[in-house]
């Protein structure tokens, strides 16, 4: 008897257990096991059917009641695992979106720093009158921002009605921008990023100039039909002031993830050339006369003086030289002013043919040219008059239908005595010199002797 007792405890408080200690799975083992049993003990024991029948229900009322009971007494852990289950499933899903805004926020930051840099770099261009120094400025932001292999920068004669380059070439690669780029180096020694043209160059220049627009990579096909391109991803970009195009600038192998912005510095750095190269024509026109091309008087007379302070610091020479027509007024009455005018131009370019590139060539007034002689003594200012004097005197003249003869007088003045003191006097020195010259005859030279300082 006891051991029906123990053995139906026991068993009863398996029922009641499994719900407590045993999982989802153990439960459902328990559940299919009394069916397995009942059905074997009746299959088995020759007791009464309806009290087997009686024992399995009881049985499935304590498994039943005990899981009941079981969720009664954990409802408050069942409705909080609940909640921390849902929570985590929102913690992860905020977790993956804010690691997905860190990404966009980190890409976001990353081109706003490029922006910020750019924007720099656009304000130092700005900040500068000089073409090459913003050339330069442009490649130091291309490689640190972009990708690249080459940039290189050509300038035209404006005034030629065909595509002409002059010798300025720069060409530089991504290379030289890396690690201590030093930029006023190149300032100084410009020859170091002269760069060289090529046949393919010439092809894109003309079809560029053909058709005013800049030369993007799928152009590329239809320049040079069945030949290739080396460098894939060229861009080709005029500059141009009135519809003249004075420059063209030329980026090979150039890759970039933002597009957009790469084409904004580059219309931009093509901007900023446009307005240097409208600063030096006004500073030009600021500068130079009108009709002859040579410098104004204000700018002789203000490089004179600091000419002479820079001689006075190294002692060096230096010398003035004061040139005339010879009986201008006669072009004018006999010729007319149209004529006059052709003659003083063409004998400030032949002043000009007969001087080093050094000295310093300017319209003093009316048919007066005065001309600044760096680092000459007398003797060989003389030596250059007299070959102005003699080109000029052999030179045949043609203004219009007229062929005509000019001769020039020249007077000369040179920084190398005691009292020569300033600017004013060297030019008056000049100019009495002139005078002797034309009391003399005229087509001369004639120097004006000071005596020299004590010794």
Known sequence: MWKYLILNALWFSILFLVHFVGSTKDRRIVFISIFALAAYLAARTPIDPFAWMYYVLFSFLVFYGAGQFREWAFAGATILEDEIDMASREYGHARHLLSEKSLEAEILEKRAAEISGLYDKVKEMSRSLDAIEVFLIFGEALAEYFEFQTMKLVSFDEESLGMIPTDEVYELSSKDFLGLFDRKYLLKNREKARGTLFPGDTKIF????????????????????????????????????????????????????????????????????ERVRLYER????????????????????????????????????????????????????????????????????????????????????????????????????????????RTIEEKAFKAY??????????????????????????????????????????????????PKAPP
């Open 282 to 389: 006004v500073e030009t026109l600021a500068i130079t006369d009108g009709l002859t091309g040579v410098y104004v008087r204000r700018h002789l007379l203000d490089r004179l003086t600091g000419e002479l302070d820079r001689s006075r610091r190294f002692g060096f020479k230096l010398s003035f030289l004061m040139i005339d027509i010879d009986f201008f007024k006669r072009f004018n009455d006999s010729y007319g002013h149209l004529v006059g005018d052709a003659v003083l131009k063409q004998v400030a370019e032949a002043i000009k043919s007969s001087v080093r590139e050094v000295d310093l060539v300017g319209r003093y007034g009316g048919e007066e040219f005065g001309v600044l002689l760096i680092e000459t003594d007398e003797n060989l200012a003389f030596l250059v008059a007299e070959r102005i004097r």
């Open 206 to 273: 003309n079809h560029i100039f053909k058709t005013q627009r800049p030369v993007e990579t799928e152009d590329l096909h239809d320049i040079f039909q069945a030949q290739l391109m080396q460098n894939q991803n060229l861009v080709a970009y005029p500059m141009s002031v009135h519809k003249k195009i004075f420059g063209i600038v030329m980026l090979a192998g150039l890759r970039s993830e933002n597009k957009r912005l790469l084409r904004i510095l580059i219309e931009r750095f093509v901007s900023e050339m």
């Open 401 to 450: 239908d007229e062929k005509l003869k000019v001769t020039v007088s020249i007077g000369c003045s040179t920084y190398s005595y005691y009292e020569v003191l300033d600017a004013t006097m060297i030019v008056e020195t000049a100019d009495s010199a002139l005078y002797q010259a034309k009391r003399q005859g005229r087509n001369r030279v004639c120097l004006y002797n000071l």
